[in-house]
């Protein structure tokens, strides 16, 4: 199944809502994260977590951490957040990982929110 990354951004929104419909703010990002991809993989999606995302350094790749929340399709980064608000430091954090991780589009998700819309941001490379 090939799905355009506007249908998936589309499906991703709709999956991050139902969670949130479900669970409300509060919880732990691990929660929500667990919660976003059993629900992304319920509509067909593939989706893998905690993915090691090596930094290359003179022609090397060395393991310093990074760790993507969720890849859905192997096109889209899935940062999610519990938090009071997204500050500038999340989205640099996800531009950095699209920046290493051969993607054009990021979500960063803030769960901790009443309105999902209001902690929902794409961004683009």
Same mark, same amino acid.
């Given at each position: 199944? @090939?799905? %355009? ?13 139902? $969670? @949130? ?10 929660? !929500? ?5 059993? /629900?992304?993989? @319920?509509?067909?999606?593939?989706? /893998?977590? /905690? ?7 003179? &022609? $090397? ?9 969720? %890849?859905?399709?192997?096109? %889209? ?8 608000? %997204? /500050?500038?430091? @999340? *989205?640099?954090?996800?531009?950095? !990982?699209? *920046?290493? !991780? ?7 998700? &803030? ?6 819309? &209001?902690? !929902? ?5």
């Amino acid at each position: 199944m @090939h799905i %355009i990354e506007k249908e998936l951004s589309d499906l991703i929104f709709d999956s991050a809502l139902t $969670v @949130h419909r479900e669970l409300g703010p509060g919880l732990l990002e691990r929660v !929500y994260q667990e919660c976003l991809k059993y /629900e992304l993989n @319920h509509r067909g999606l593939q989706v /893998e977590s /905690e993915v090691a995302l090596p930094v290359m350094y003179r &022609n $090397v790749y060395l393991d310093c951490g990074y760790r993507l929340d969720l %890849i859905v399709n192997k096109k %889209i980064i899935i940062e999610v957040k519990s938090m009071k608000a %997204i /500050e500038p430091v @999340h *989205k640099a954090q996800l531009l950095t !990982y699209l *920046k290493l !991780y051969p993607a054009q589009l990021g979500i960063l998700i &803030n769960f901790n929110v009443e309105l999902l819309k &209001n902690g !929902y941001v794409r961004l683009v490379i």
